[in-house]
C-alpha cells in the first residue's frame, strides 16, 4: 500500500464535545433526546401524582373520602379541613416561630461550619486528623441516639421551652463541615498566599478570597439546613410544651382530631406545613438548582 492511499484513508469522526453546562444525555441525536425528555415526564408524573391527589384529599368532606372507589374526585370542593385546622390551631404564630428557628440555625450552622471546615482545610494544628476523623465519625451516628443526652442537657441548664433549646442542637452538622472542607480543599491556594504577601490577616484571606469564591457550596449548604431545620419535627416536639413557642409541624400535629384518623385534617395539615418551602423553591427555584448543580450535590 503506498504512502498516498495511507494519507486518504478517512479519519473516524469523533462525537462532538458537550459544552460546560449541557443537560445530560442518552447520546446525540433525536432519538436521545426524546428518551431523556420521556424519561423526565415520568419521573415528574410519578412525584406528582402523591402531591396531586394530598391536594384532592384535602378539599373534600371526611364522609365523602371514606366511601369506596378507586377515583380521588368523591364529593363536593369544600374547605372545611383547613378551617377546623385554622380555628383551632395558632398557625400565625407557629409559622412565625418556623421561620425564625429555621433562619437563625441556617445563620448559625453556616458561620460555624465555615470556620471549622476552613480550618480542617488549612489548619496545621496538632490533633487535626483525629478531629477530623470523629466529626467525619458523626455524620454515621443517628439523631435518635442523641435525644435523651441532649434533653437531659437542655434540662440542666433550663432551656426546655426555650428558642435557645430548639436551635441549639441542630446548629451542630458534621455533614456540612466536611462538604465545606472537601470544597475549600479545591480552591488555589495562591490566591491565598498572595493576599497574605499583602499583609491580609487569616480571617481577611477567608472572608475576603475564600467565601466569594465559594458562594454556590454557601448557598447549597444553607439551602439543606434550612430545608432540615423546617422539616424538623422530633426535636421541637420533645423540647416545647408551650403552644407559643411550637414550629408550625409540631403545632399542627396537636390539632388534629383524637377520634380516628382524619384524611382531609392530616393532609391539609401536610400541605400547609409544605406551602411556605414551594413559596420559596418557586421564588428562588434557579438560584437553588444552580447551587445544587454546581456543587455537584445532585448525584453527578
Request: aromatic share 10%; charged share 15%; no cysteine.
Amino acid at each position: 500500500m503506498s504512502a498516498t492511499a495511507t494519507t486518504l484513508r478517512p479519519r473516524r469522526r469523533r462525537p462532538p464535545r458537550e459544552a460546560a453546562g449541557s443537560p445530560l444525555l442518552l447520546g446525540h441525536g433525536r432519538l436521545p433526546r426524546l428518551l431523556a425528555g420521556t424519561a423526565l415526564v415520568v419521573l415528574a408524573v410519578v412525584w406528582l401524582v402523591p402531591f396531586v391527589w394530598a391536594v384532592i384529599t384535602s378539599v373534600q368532606s371526611e364522609e365523602d373520602i371514606n366511601t369506596t372507589g378507586l377515583s380521588p374526585f368523591k364529593g363536593a370542593f369544600t374547605l372545611d379541613a383547613y378551617q377546623q385546622i385554622l380555628e383551632r390551631g395558632n398557625v400565625t404564630v407557629w409559622a412565625f416561630n418556623s421561620f425564625l428557628i429555621s433562619a437563625l440555625v441556617t445563620l448559625i450552622t453556616v458561620a460555624v461550619s465555615t470556620l471549622a471546615a476552613y480550618g480542617f482545610s488549612r489548619g496545621t494544628f496538632r490533633g487535626r486528623r483525629g478531629l477530623l476523623g470523629v466529626t467525619v465519625a458523626a455524620i454515621m451516628v443517628p439523631p435518635q441516639l442523641l435525644v435523651v443526652p441532649l434533653f437531659e442537657q437542655m434540662t440542666l441548664f433550663n432551656l426546655v421551652d426555650t428558642y435557645a433549646a430548639v436551635i441549639l442542637p441542630q446548629v451542630v452538622a458534621p455533614m456540612m463541615v466536611f462538604i465545606l472542607k472537601r470544597f475549600f480543599d479545591t480552591v488555589p491556594r495562591e490566591l491565598e498566599e498572595a493576599a497574605r504577601i499583602d499583609g491580609a490577616t487569616e480571617l481577611r484571606v477567608f472572608r475576603s478570597i475564600v467565601l466569594p469564591l465559594s458562594r454556590p457550596i454557601v448557598a447549597a449548604v444553607a439551602i439543606f439546613v434550612f430545608i432540615g431545620a423546617w422539616n424538623n419535627f422530633m426535636w421541637p416536639f420533645i423540647v416545647t410544651n408551650d403552644p407559643d413557642l411550637m414550629t408550625l409541624p409540631v403545632g399542627l400535629a396537636t390539632v388534629k382530631d383524637a377520634y380516628g384518623i382524619q384524611y382531609a385534617q392530616s393532609m391539609a395539615s401536610a400541605l400547609l406545613a409544605a406551602l411556605p418551602l414551594i413559596v420559596v423553591f418557586l421564588l428562588f427555584q434557579r438560584r437553588i438548582v444552580n447551587s445544587v448543580a454546581t456543587t455537584g450535590l445532585g448525584g453527578s
